[in-house]
């Protein structure tokens, strides 16, 4: 057993300086953090259990011997990762948070609006009646001023509540970008758990009804003054100011209606002064191919995306309202054309935590030994699709797997092995077909550094054929296939990917 330890600095070579001392040059680089308990060791691993950077040296004394320990860099990336992720779900929080906050003002002009009217429509009603009305008209008039005191005493805590969490999280979330720039990965992984677990708390602060109205700019106040003179002790404010009826039409928001590759996104608002009720919406869209609506939505929200279309396909687009009382009309119908041409990449948010993805997530490899599942952005049910796939490094005779498979499919496992994928493993000399375990088609000529695999998914003749370096690889290797697919892969940590996405053709 050696102990390796710096080379001595030569006088005149950069860093070394004629005192001797370990410190940085003029143009020395960064020292590298030794370990605590062994001064001239440098971290190069990182205990899983007990979540601190290690030496060889603590790892030769047997401290974490049984401990599960993982390359330091690795852990440093992916440690970045997950910040990164829970950063990006405070990042949307905040920016709703901004957008309720502009809501949140607009609702006190509503307010104040709203008051002065009801004031002057109380007014002017109880000036009309006898002298025995004006002690009643002054208990009125102060419901209505307390009622608005009320809204506003609400609206103005949910602002500063709102504008405290904000705030809060903003700082957060700048310190974090911060950390994530520090490029010693001992250093930030002494600290990135807590932060980590400090961003996913902030972000669970944004509960669901936290960035809604408490209150309404609406006063549902309106004095009835039919009744006698006798009975003008009882009156007092009706809470429906007008008769319930269903929802008037809702108006489709043009300029945020768009299309990208098959997936469509459709907003829209109610009318201006409309005063009956919505409890929700209904939006339907046609089949592509001119034929029947079909619901696609129902809920509260007034955006709405729908992901799976098919590609180079018209669609129609309509959206009605309801209440209690019915449901209202249709709206103008909008038409959207989804992409003729499908471009992708591989999807981060649904791929297998060992998956690591650069060039923006065109590439792919992995941190493991055992196969994962990484899937493309797009998704295909009718035309026909083809797209190539470049094996940048290929070490040690592994078997990646390529072809399609469902949105659900099991991630841990090679392509091919459950019933929701449809693939081809191939090695250095041969490739086989591979469907719920099943191995079909044994052909010869493998894979190496270099190749290109292709993938022709024909939705037309619903079969699915594999190429290696231009060369078709066997028979078709699956025919009879039908419904929503996604380009797949699976690899291991021996196997880069680059994905060259192609055109769709129709």
């Not at 190069?44 to 599960?68: A, F, I, N, T, W």
């Not at 901004?98 to 007014?123: M, P, R, S, T």
């Not at 009125?140 to 805590?157: A, G, N, P, Y």
């Not at 590609?311 to 019915?326: I, L």
């Amino acid at each position: 057993k050696h102990r390796l330890v710096p080379p001595p600095a030569h006088p005149g070579a950069p860093g070394g300086g004629g005192d001797g001392g370990g410190g940085k040059g003029a143009g020395g680089g960064r020292k590298l953090p030794t370990c605590a308990e062994h001064d001239l060791e440098n971290y190069s691993m990182y205990c899983v259990s007990c979540r601190s950077p290690v030496c060889y040296q603590c790892l030769e004394e047997g401290k974490h011997g049984k401990h599960d320990v993982k390359a330091l860099g690795a852990m440093w990336k992916q440690h970045k990762a997950q910040l990164s992720q829970a950063l990006n779900g405070v990042s949307d929080k905040a920016k709703e948070a901004k957008e309720f906050l502009v809501q949140l003002k607009n609702l006190l002009q509503q307010i104040q609006e709203n008051g002065l009217d009801y004031e002057a429509c109380l007014v002017a009603q109880c000036d009309a009646l006898v002298d025995a009305l004006t002690r009643q008209k002054a208990k009125l008039l102060t419901k209505v001023t307390k009622e608005r005191e009320h809204k506003l005493k609400v609206v103005w805590d949910q602002i500063n509540h709102c504008t405290l969490k904000l705030r809060q999280s903003t700082g957060l979330m700048e310190y974090c970008l911060e950390v994530i720039k520090e490029n010693d990965p001992s250093g930030f992984l002494q600290i990135s758990d807590a932060l980590i677990k400090r961003v996913q708390v902030s972000q669970e602060q944004w509960v669901k009804g936290a960035l809604e109205p408490k209150v309404s700019a609406e006063f549902d106040l309106t004095l009835d003054s039919e009744p006698l003179l006798q009975s003008i002790h009882q009156l007092d404010f009706i809470q429906m100011k007008f008769p319930v009826s269903v929802p008037p039409v809702p108006l489709l928001q043009l300029e945020k209606c768009c299309t990208r590759n098959n997936s469509v996104t459709l907003a829209w608002r109610m009318p201006p002064l409309s005063h009956n009720p919505v409890e929700g919406y209904i939006l339907e869209l046609d089949d592509g191919d001119g034929g029947q609506f079909r619901e696609v939505y129902v809920g509260k929200e007034t955006l709405c995306t729908i992901d799976g279309l098919h590609f180079n396909s018209t669609y129609n687009a309509r959206v009605k309202a309801f209440n209690s009382s019915g449901v209202g009309p249709y709206s103008k119908t909008v038409i959207l054309q989804t992409s003729d041409v499908a471009w992708f990449t591989f999807d981060a948010s649904s791929a297998h935590r060992d998956i690591v993805l650069s060039n923006d997530n065109q590439t792919a490899t992995c941190n493991s030994y055992d196969d994962r599942v990484v899937l493309g952005t797009a998704a295909f049910s009718k035309g026909v699709h083809y797209w190539e796939l470049h094996v940048d490094r290929y070490d040690n005779h592994p078997d990646p797997a390529f072809g399609i498979a469902r949105i659900n499919v099991v991630k841990d496992m090679m392509l091919g092995k459950d019933d929701k994928a449809w693939a081809m493993y191939v090695d250095n000399n041969r490739s086989w077909f591979m469907h719920c375990n099943s191995h079909t088609n044994r052909t010869e000529g493998g894979v190496s550094k270099g190749a290109t695999v292709g993938v022709l998914l024909d939705l037309n003749k619903h079969n699915l054929t594999f190429y290696i370096n231009g060369q078709q690889q066997g028979p078709p290797a699956f025919e009879n296939i039908e419904g929503v697919f996604m380009p797949a892969l699976s690899l291991n940590r021996n196997v880069q990917v680059n994905l060259e996405s192609s055109p769709t053709y129709l």
